[in-house]
């Protein structure tokens, strides 16, 4: 059973910094690309950075600068750190990988439950 989880999220004061991680578990035999969605209420879930196995990464224009993927392949995890938070990056965050589960023919996309942030004074 391979499942993605995440962790990190929470409640910063605007300026605050926050680490997100996201761990993928289970019989996997490879993991392509990785990254990070974001989710506001009536807004719909959009890229907000990604990173392939290589290292190779693109970020949302609004968290340029501000926000830094990067992942482990030997743990199987991809971080985002947040700097400078804004309380418009307030959202639910969610991991995705594309990866081959063991005994799969095809790489597909896998998606964490999400983790709450909420950047407010």
């Known amino acids: 059973q391979v499942q993605l989880v995440e962790s990190g999220g929470g409640l910063v004061q605007p300026g605050g910094s926050l680490r997100l991680s996201c761990a993928a578990s289970?019989?996997?035999?490879?993991?392509?690309?990785m990254g990070w969605y974001r989710q506001a209420p009536g807004k719909q879930r959009e890229l907000v950075a990604a990173i392939s196995r290589g290292g190779s990464t693109n970020e949302a224009d609004s968290v340029k600068g501000r926000f830094t993927i990067s992942r482990d392949n030997a743990k199987n995890t991809v971080y985002l750190q947040m700097n400078s938070l804004k309380p418009e990056d307030t959202a639910l965050y969610y991991c995705?990988?594309?990866?081959?589960?063991?005994?799969?023919?095809?790489?597909?996309?896998?998606w964490g439950q999400g983790t709450q942030v909420t950047v407010s004074s």
């Open positions: 289970g019989s996997i035999f490879s993991i392509n690309a």
């Open positions: 995705k990988a594309d990866l081959l589960p063991m005994g799969a023919l095809q790489f597909r996309p896998w």
